[in-house]
T-cell receptor, first 110, second 109 residues
Framework: NAGVTQTPKFQVLKTGQSMTLQCAQDMNHNSMYWYRQDPGMGLRLIYYSASEGTTDKGEVPNGYNVSRLNKREFSLRLESAAPSQTSVYFC?????????FGPGTRLTVT | DAKTTQPPSMDCAEGRAANLPCNHSTISGNEYVYWYRQIHSQGPQYIIHGLKNNETNEMASLIITEDRKSSTLILPHATLRDTAVYYCIGKAAGNKLTFGGGTRVLVKP
């Protein structure tokens, strides 16, 4: 049982490049989330998926798209990266009242 | 969701109890108090949650005042590994977590 896994762990992009952050959970949870955390700040919700086949915007969705591929996987895509998207990205899944977080992806956009 | 207020930082001696306060004076009757912590560079970790009764688990105890306007997270015997940012969050069941600034706790030897 690996919990919530994220790939890659680190990524450097140039402005305008695109990439997809991958997240998977093996706990059979229905709900999954994507957050970003800027230095010295709390986490902010980007998108979430209450169940397979559904996605909804969170607090800061601009510049991102998501796909809930199946119950296990929830990916986050940056179509045209900007320096303002430099951040640490956390994926999470939810069981009842407890969210489980992945280890994070550290993204730098130059 | 309820707005919560926490001190930005606090120190604690190793082996002593750490008492982390949280004010949530606008909390609604159906909103729970959740505590998470984030150890440096890691994803947040769930600690405990409660509605109005005090709660205890293997990690911590949660004391909620009778009027539910504030609560205290207690780490009974703080260790150096408890150094982290602790987040207090007021949330109704089914709603999303909203993280504030939290309290940066430094456990000192």
């Amino acid at each position: 049982n690996a919990g919530v896994t994220q790939t890659p762990k680190f990524q450097v992009l140039k402005t305008g490049q695109s990439m997809t952050l991958q997240c998977a959970q093996d706990m059979n949870h229905n709900s999954m989330y994507w957050y970003r955390q800027d230095p010295g700040m709390g986490l902010r919700l980007i998108y979430y998926s209450a169940s397979e086949g559904t996605t909804d915007k969170g607090e800061v969705p601009n510049g991102y798209n998501v796909s809930r591929l199946n119950k296990r996987e929830f990916s986050l895509r940056l179509e045209s990266a900007a320096p303002s998207q430099t951040s640490v990205y956390f994926c999470a899944s939810l069981l009842a009242s407890e969210q489980y977080f992945g280890p994070g992806t550290r993204l730098t956009v130059t | 969701d309820a707005k919560t207020t926490q001190p930005p930082s606090m120190d604690c001696a190793e082996g002593r109890a750490a008492n982390l306060p949280c004010n949530h004076s606008t909390i609604s009757g159906n909103e729970y108090v959740y505590w998470y912590r984030q150890i440096h560079s890691q994803g947040p970790q769930y600690i405990i949650h409660g509605l109005k009764n005090n709660e205890t688990n293997e990690m911590a105890s949660l004391i909620i005042t009778e009027d539910r306007k504030s609560s205290t997270l207690i780490l009974p015997h703080a260790t150096l590994r408890d150094t982290a940012v602790y987040y207090c969050i007021g949330k109704a069941a089914g709603n999303k977590l909203t993280f504030g600034g939290g309290t940066r706790v430094l456990v000192k030897p």
